[in-house]
């Protein structure tokens, strides 16, 4: 069973619904947790090769981005086939993945 479905199954069991907009509040507090805990671990950037950041907080954003998508109507696995489509035209016509400058 995949990441999306997982999720609509656990959201419709536990009555879990929220509007787009606070879910991606949300989603945006969760990636902050990340960030806090790769600040925290390596003293806010003075030792990167002590970078520790806690698995369930990955799993907090996917959980947020995935109610995100169930709310939009969003299929994550073809959203994520476009964007893979994307990156593959930009090292084709650039030789780099990222949107440039």
Known sequence: MDAQTRVREFCEEHDVEGRPEFQLL????????????ACESTDWGASPDEIDVADDEFGDVLFSLVTVAESLDVDLDDALDEALAKYERRIDETGDASSGA
């Open 26 to 37: 949300d989603l945006a507090s969760e990636v902050g947790e990340l960030a806090k805990d």
